[in-house]
C-alpha cells in the first residue's frame, strides 16, 4: 500500500505540478499541497479528507483506494452543497479519482500498490470486459 505522502507525490508526477505541486517538506496534510495551486482550496481540502477517510496519524501512513475515492467524493459533495463547484474544480475532481484508480490500478485486491505503468499500459486488474450487441 502507497503511504499518504507517496499518494500524492504520484498525483503531482500524473496531474502536474500546476495543478498539485507537493510540498516534499511539508509535515501535515494541510500543508502538503503548496500555495502555488491552481485550486488551492478545493486540491488543500482534498489532501485533509484523504488523510482523514485513511485514518492517517502521519504523512507516511498507508492509504487505501476506497477511503481515499470516499474523501474525493465527500470534497465534490460539500462543494456542490456550497455552490462551489464550477465545471473546472469537478472536472479536477474527476482527474484526481481517474488518477487515485489508475494508480492503485488492483481493483477487487485487499491490498493495492501503486502500478509504475503509464495509464495506456496498466488495464485495471480485475476489470471485465464488456461485450459489444
Not at 482523514?52 to 507516511?60: A, D, E, F, G, Y
Request: aromatic content about 6%.
Amino acid at each position: 500500500m502507497p503511504s499518504y505522502r507517496s499518494l500524492f507525490i504520484e498525483l503531482e508526477r500524473a496531474l502536474g505540478k500546476v495543478l498539485l505541486p507537493v510540498d516534499r517538506d511539508a509535515t501535515e496534510p494541510v500543508r502538503l499541497i503548496s500555495s502555488s495551486a491552481a485550486f488551492l482550496d478545493l486540491t488543500r481540502s482534498v489532501a485533509e479528507n484523504v488523510y482523514v477517510q485513511n485514518c492517517c496519524r502521519t504523512l507516511h501512513d498507508p492509504v487505501e483506494l476506497f477511503p481515499t475515492l470516499d474523501a474525493l467524493g465527500k470534497v465534490k459533495c460539500e462543494c456542490r452543497t456550497s455552490d462551489t463547484l464550477d465545471v473546472v474544480a469537478a472536472e479536477f475532481l474527476e482527474r484526481v479519482g481517474e488518477t487515485v484508480i489508475w494508480l492503485f490500478s488492483g481493483v477487487g485486491s485487499d491490498t493495492y500498490e501503486i502500478s509504475t505503468k503509464s495509464p495506456t499500459q496498466a488495464p485495471l486488474r480485475g476489470a471485465k470486459k464488456v461485450r459489444e450487441a
